[in-house]
């Protein structure tokens, strides 16, 4: 089998619908998660470059992106708690560091955070529903909280941490699945 045949034919590029938990395998992880993220990227790049500051010129898009990547994402994650084996360990410890950096570069997005603001401050805000404007508030607190406003050493050390606090969390969910593997009532 090619490359170009695993990703084409990778279960977990669906994107939609029910997974097919039986057709995923450990070595479908790294090729989907590397491509679905170079998409996204691109994506990204191209939201941030002509973002509006308006439900479907922002949110909508914003929103799109994410369910690709969760889509997948949280097959992986499942799996994980699941079906757990060396070879899904290694290829989740592959990919996450690249996931967290991904989300990370949304969450810190000058581009997009300013576009919120300013949808923030329209006019007719209040011609929003309120879950839109809970979402949009959201959305500005989550960029605080996420490093938007950070720079330099601040931004640099931010991101190492939350690359750090996910591989201590995977380490942590790899520990608590052994040791209930390994239990045993004597």
């Known amino acids: 089998m090619t490359a170009t045949v695993a990703i084409t034919d990778n279960p977990l590029l669906i994107g939609k619908g029910l997974p097919p938990f039986d057709a995923i395998a450990p070595e479908h992880v790294v090729p989907a998660i590397t491509q679905l993220l170079t998409e996204l990227e691109a994506s990204l790049a191209s939201l941030e470059a002509s973002v ?9 898009p914003l929103q799109q992106l994410g369910e ?6 949280s097959i992986v994650g499942h799996l994980m708690g699941v ?3 060396p070879e899904l360990r290694s290829a989740h410890e592959t990919v996450q560091p690249e996931v967290v950096k991904f989300w990370s570069k949304v969450s810190q997005s000058k581009p997009l955070y300013e576009a919120f603001k300013a949808l923030r401050a329209i006019e007719n805000w209040d011609s929003l529903e309120s879950a839109q404007q809970r979402i949009v508030e959201a959305a500005l607190r989550d960029a605080q909280l996420s490093g938007v406003g950070l720079e330099g050493e601040q931004k640099d050390r931010f991101n190492a941490i939350q690359l750090e606090m996910a591989e201590i969390t995977t380490q942590f969910s790899n520990h608590v699945l052994d040791a209930t593997k390994a239990f045993s009532i004597t």
Do not use: A, F
Not at 52 to 58: A, I, N, Y
């Open 52 to 60: 509006e500051p308006t439900w479907s010129g922002l949110v909508e």
């Open 68 to 73: 690709r990547l969760n889509w997948s994402w």
């Open 83 to 85: 079906k757990n084996s």
